[in-house]
């Protein structure tokens, strides 16, 4: 058997676990080849490939990045030529690497992309990965966990500055349409108010509560999602990058929000872009031993057959859905979730709710 493993989209702390665990798991098991497509659906472009072998593979659990490369601005099926570039790709797949299946290790994106390589006759188990934990039908995503640390601790920081010159201290987090990085990187940061997509907040009962505690507790830590929005406003979009599947990149409410503040206050308001270190450096441990669970399973649908499918985690263990299921879906936070409700029992801002 020979296998092909590609990484898609924005890199993410685990990468390199999964590489190294569907490939240490379909060697062990099956004595299957692997061979490593470089920077995603753009190395099966541009006949871009390097076989990974156990000993390509040794080292790399704790690295972050991927050592394949990635890509997101490029979807074979995206430009008017669409139909011969997928073509070409996949005759790169089928006919030169000869490849009998694909392991596509990406976001909705990537896995919207495998979906249709699947459909075309190049069989594909996907495999979840994004810092922003917003996939579908998954629990929880490799990379997230990552993401959240350094939230947490950029939240520690910044509060000893909000403390010490009684400032209100803005931090703004990536996530994209969903709030799970600010939520709960914002509970381990002891964030006074939470600023989510799923719960668009009125800017001025915002001032008049930091106004409020201006006169009490004298200092506020906001954590802001880049998808959160005041009612009535738009999404902040600091680029449209028109080659990208997703062409929409988010960013600048934090700054925003410091503008609408400031006036209302006396004291200072910061504003922090978190921005990319939150997607950098080494996985956590729970990182690492998730990515390398969800390698292995990706491994036994491989060995199984069971094409089509995508790894998620539901509770504690591995299953899988179909690609159908996840391709360009988003997965919000729901009203019900634990962490929201303990947030807002914790007496944390996060607006009313209400409207839009
Ligand atoms: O999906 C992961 C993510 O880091 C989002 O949180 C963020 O909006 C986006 O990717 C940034 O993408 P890029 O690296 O292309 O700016």
Not at 36 to 58: K, M, N, S
Not at 109 to 137: C, Y
């Given at each position: 058997?020979?296998?092909?493993?590609?990484?898609?989209?924005?890199?993410?702390?685990?990468?390199?676990?999964?590489?190294?665990?569907?490939?240490?798991?379909?060697?062990?098991?099956?004595g299957?080849?692997v061979?490593?497509?470089?920077?995603?659906?753009?190395?099966?472009?541009?006949?871009?490939?390097?076989?990974?072998?156990?000993?390509?593979?040794?080292?790399?659990?704790?690295?972050?990045?991927?050592?394949?490369?990635?890509?997101?601005?490029?979807?074979?099926?995206?430009?008017?030529d669409?139909?011969?570039?997928?073509?070409?790709?996949?005759?790169?797949?089928?006919?030169?690497?000869?490849?009998?299946?694909?392991?596509?290790?990406?976001?909705?994106?990537?896995?919207?992309?495998?979906?249709?390589?699947?459909?075309?006759?190049?069989?594909?188990?996907?495999?979840?990965?994004?810092?922003d934990?917003?996939?579908?039908?998954?629990?929880?995503?490799?990379g997230?966990?990552?993401?959240?640390?350094?939230?947490?601790d950029?939240?520690?920081?910044?509060?000893?500055?909000?403390?010490?010159?009684g400032?209100?201290?803005?931090?703004?987090?990536?996530?994209r349409?969903?709030?799970?990085?600010?939520?709960?990187?914002?509970?381990?940061?002891?964030?006074?108010?939470?600023?989510?997509?799923?719960?668009p907040?009125d800017?001025?009962?915002?001032?008049?509560?930091?106004?409020?505690?201006?006169?009490?507790?004298?200092?506020?830590?906001?954590?802001?999602?880049?998808?959160?929005?005041?009612?009535?406003?738009?999404?902040?979009v600091q680029?449209?990058?028109?080659?990208?599947?997703?062409?929409?990149?988010?960013?600048?409410?934090?700054?925003?929000?410091?503008?609408?503040?400031?006036?209302?206050?006396?004291?200072?308001?910061?504003?922090?872009?978190?921005?990319?270190?939150?997607?950098?450096?080494?996985?956590t441990?729970?990182?690492?031993?998730?990515?390398?669970?969800f390698g292995?399973?990706?491994?036994?649908?491989?060995?199984?057959?069971?094409?089509g499918?995508?790894?998620?985690?539901?509770?504690?263990?591995?299953?899988?859905?179909?690609?159908?299921?996840?391709?360009?879906?988003?997965?919000?936070?729901?009203?019900?979730?634990?962490?929201?409700?303990?947030?807002?029992?914790?007496?944390?801002?996060m607006g009313?709710?209400?409207?839009?």
């Amino acid at each position: 058997m020979h296998i092909g493993l590609l990484t898609g989209g924005g890199d993410c702390p685990g990468l390199n676990a999964v590489i190294r665990a569907v490939t240490l798991a379909l060697a062990n098991e099956c004595g299957a080849r692997v061979t490593g497509i470089e920077r995603g659906f753009w190395g099966l472009l541009h006949g871009r490939a390097r076989p990974l072998e156990p000993a390509t593979v040794h080292g790399i659990l704790a690295e972050g990045g991927t050592i394949l490369g990635t890509h997101n601005r490029c979807d074979p099926f995206h430009d008017t030529d669409g139909a011969d570039r997928s073509a070409q790709a996949l005759a790169f797949a089928r006919e030169d690497l000869r490849l009998d299946g694909l392991v596509a290790i990406g976001g909705d994106g990537t896995m919207q992309i495998a979906e249709r390589f699947h459909r075309l006759g190049l069989p594909v188990v996907g495999v979840p990965k994004t810092i922003d934990n917003d996939l579908p039908r998954n629990d929880r995503s490799f990379g997230f966990d990552s993401a959240v640390a350094v939230v947490a601790d950029a939240l520690d920081r910044l509060a000893t500055t909000a403390r010490s010159h009684g400032r209100v201290m803005i931090a703004e987090t990536m996530g994209r349409y969903a709030g799970w990085i600010a939520l709960e990187g914002g509970l381990a940061g002891g964030a006074d108010a939470i600023l989510i997509p799923e719960r668009p907040f009125d800017v001025a009962a915002l001032a008049r509560w930091c106004r409020e505690r201006e006169a009490t507790v004298g200092h506020t830590l906001i954590c802001i999602a880049e998808g959160a929005r005041a009612h009535g406003q738009g999404l902040t979009v600091q680029a449209r990058l028109a080659d990208s599947p997703d062409p929409i990149r988010l960013g600048g409410v934090g700054a925003w929000l410091q503008q609408q503040l400031q006036p209302a206050l006396t004291s200072e308001v910061r504003t922090t872009l978190l921005g990319h270190v939150q997607r950098g450096g080494t996985p956590t441990p729970f990182d690492r031993v998730l990515a390398t669970r969800f390698g292995y399973h990706a491994a036994q649908l491989v060995r199984g057959g069971r094409w089509g499918r995508m790894v998620v985690l539901a509770g504690a263990e591995c299953d899988s859905v179909d690609l159908l299921e996840v391709a360009g879906q988003s997965r919000p936070v729901p009203a019900t979730d634990g962490r929201l409700r303990a947030a807002l029992g914790l007496g944390v801002w996060m607006g009313d709710g209400a409207g839009t």
